[in-house]
Nanobody, 124 residues
Framework: QVQLVESGGGSVQTGGSLRLSCAASERSFGRNAMGWFRQAPGEEREFVAANSWAGVTTFYADSVKGRFTISRDNAKNTLYLQMNSLKPEDTAVYYC?????????????????WGQGTQVTVSS
């Protein structure tokens, strides 16, 4: 059973930065597409960013383009999300997710493995 463990969430003011990390339990997962999603209270889970194992294919939600950067260190089995210029509307629980193959998509339903989530709160 693959396990994904997120860390790095917290509370910041508008304009601040945070870096989320997601550690995967299996080294073989470095070949799989991985991504970040978020869910605000009362809202559906939504796509944030995703990339391929080599980082060649990367997708971002329009709402975070230019502010968030997804990256991964396959030697450490770790996925990152650098979040800059944070806004109150970025407040949500952020989830790391992985597919069972290498195809990068933006659909929640395409991801087979999920972390427990980490809270990000941005105050105005």
């Amino acid at each position: 059973q693959v396990q994904l463990v997120e860390s790095g969430g917290g509370s910041v003011q508008t304009g601040g930065s945070l870096r989320l990390s997601c550690a995967a339990s299996e080294r073989s997962f470095g070949r799989n597409a991985m991504g970040w999603f978020r869910q605000a209270p009362g809202e559906e889970r939504e796509f944030v960013a995703a990339n391929s194992w080599a980082g060649v294919t990367t997708f971002y939600a329009d709402s975070v383009k230019g502010r968030f950067t997804i990256s991964r260190d396959n030697a450490k089995n770790t996925l990152y999300l650098q979040m800059n210029s944070l806004k109150p509307e970025d407040t949500a629980v952020y989830y790391c997710a992985a597919r069972s193959n290498s195809a990068v998509t933006m659909s929640v339903g395409d991801y087979n493995y999920w972390g427990q989530g980490t809270q990000v709160t941005v105050s105005s």
